[in-house]
């Protein structure tokens, strides 16, 4: 078994994190139609869960049975099934892996829902360090604005109802949101996070994430599949 | 209302959980362990009755039976669709949930828990599987440390025949058949549970195992097993 910063893959993983509103997951399907575009061969790691987790998650969800512990065990199988599966067989294959939010956001929530920071860190051991982790930072207020007008409904756990920060949803999601701003805002040192300044335009952050990205690309083989008909944009 | 001030203090393994008061809890904490077919869970069926019998009030447990996730590991083990890390971890669920919605509500109302296996089971298994020792203890930091732990072993050999004495014979899991490492089921079952009796016979000294030779009758396991629960509970007044 292979911990942190053993493994010794071809491939190269590229994270990005952020609190919800920071515009990661825009910026980093940007970044997967360049890299495409490229011809490298990618691989778009989704938060796609196995059907077994996904039921015993919904359960807990839904019935409200999930104490801080046990959201993040389940969460924690929930992301080895995707190490296990979506992200070490590509990076052995020697694809560019892309993960919209890794270990640190698990680190930033699990926190704030009070369980030791020093025994989640250890549980999540098993994950391969990623190439580069992007953080997208933002001032709260910034991300809520984005977000709170546009989303029709926050669900009980997003919004740390269950840490009774507040009887109103949506006062428990902006305290809940300032509290695991502040864990990531501490981690970017621990885990030398690269910061992306998320308040300026969505196209600077992309050059700057095209930048970043390419220096580490070299000798990284290009795959263009010419007799694959791609549709024209 | 009054209650008799506490003096047993439990105590985590590592971490431990948020929002446990340890010194609310007033019960005590019992493990039977041992290989598949050892004849653990013989034993509880006949404790229990017994504790009960003396005016304890006993809560038995067993792995992968929690609200949360014991249907999903069923559902895993039936279609093997899991990988090694990933099913460790579902099991540490299935553990948490049961040790904070079962056992700690239960040890704070002064139950005697008994538990048909613990962490050591799930840790061992990690362990053949190829997983890291220390960070599977490390997981499981945030286990309370038992009273007591009783050991059943036995010998390969002497759970050959126990395994066929029962219905289903041998079994996929208790064989390890999931890790290839032989052709058919017996030789998978004498590779892993060889490898599962020297992981157990390694944790009896670093985790207080008391050993009790599982080869003797049935009887006298619990004889024996009734004189040491009777002492310790002895210790309860």
Known sequence: ?233 | MYEQENNHRFEFYGEGLPGVDLSELRGRLIVIEGPDGVGRSTQVSMLKPWLESNGHAVLDTGMTRSALAGKGIKQAKEGITLGPISLSLFYATDFADRLENEMIPALRAGFIVLTDRYIYSLMARAIVRGLDAAWIKSVYGMALKPDAVFYLRAELKDLIPRVLSSPTGFDYWESGMDMHLGEDLFDSFNIYQTKMLSVFDSMIDEYGFEVIDATQPIDTIYRSLQRRIGRLLREMY
């Not at chain 1, 807990?60 to 999930?66: A, D």
């Open chain 1, 1 to 233: 078994m292979q911990m942190y910063g053993d493994h010794q893959f071809s491939g190269k993983l590229f994270i990005v994190e952020g609190i919800d509103g920071s515009g990661k997951s825009t910026q980093l399907s940007l970044l997967q139609q360049w890299l495409r575009r490229e011809g490298y061969l990618v691989f778009f790691s989704e938060w796609n869960s196995s059907p077994l987790v996904k039921d015993t998650t919904r359960r807990g969800k839904k019935k409200q049975m999930l104490t801080p512990t046990t959201f993040s065990l389940i969460h924690a199988t929930d992301f080895a099934d995707r190490i296990e599966r979506h992200i070490i067989p590509p990076l052995k294959a020697g694809a560019i892996v892309l993960a919209d939010r890794y270990i640190y956001t698990a680190f930033a929530r699990d926190a704030a829902r009070g369980v030791s920071p020093r025994w989640v860190r250890e549980l999540y051991r098993f994950a391969v360090k990623p190439t580069v982790a992007f953080y997208f930072s933002v001032p709260l207020e910034v991300s809520l604005k984005r977000i709170l007008g546009a989303r029709a409904g926050l669900k009980y756990y997003e919004a740390g109802m269950d840490l009774e920060l507040s009887d109103d949803i949506e006062e428990s999601f902006r305290i809940f949101q300032g509290m695991i701003r502040d864990r990531y805002e501490e981690m970017i040192e621990e885990f030398g996070l690269t910061v992306i300044d998320a308040t300026r335009s969505i196209e600077e952050q992309q050059n700057d994430v095209r930048a970043i990205v390419e220096r580490e690309l070299v000798g990284v083989p290009k795959h263009p599949a010419p007799h694959l008909e791609f549709e024209e944009d």
